[in-house]
């Protein structure tokens, strides 16, 4: 049987922004899960925001920065990327 390290993709989605979620077991288990997960994700959509970040420094510098997005009302949950590249642009 195959394991799922799910501390491990935890780990990525919460670096990236994003969640992640383990269906498995019996057909049924598994539709039953999957609704909630749909439901939990629909539940996201209606209630998230777009922010805009302009960094002083040059966007080409190819070094990695660290963004921390946090919410004045602790009641409230922020899921965003923690870092970033520098990179090309491609301009």
Not at 36 to 47: M, P, V
């Amino acid at each position: 049987m195959l394991s799922v390290d799910m501390s491990v993709l935890n780990a990525f989605a919460d670096d990236s922004g994003g969640r992640a979620w383990l269906v498995g077991g019996a057909l049924d288990e598994a539709r039953g899960t999957i609704d909630k997960i749909l439901d939990q994700l629909a539940e996201e959509l209606r209630s998230q925001y777009s922010l805009a970040y302009y960094p002083k420094h040059d966007m080409n510098d190819k070094k990695w920065h660290h963004v921390e997005v946090r919410a004045k009302n602790p009641a409230y949950h922020v899921r965003a990327r923690k870092d970033y590249y520098g990179g090309d642009s491609g301009k």
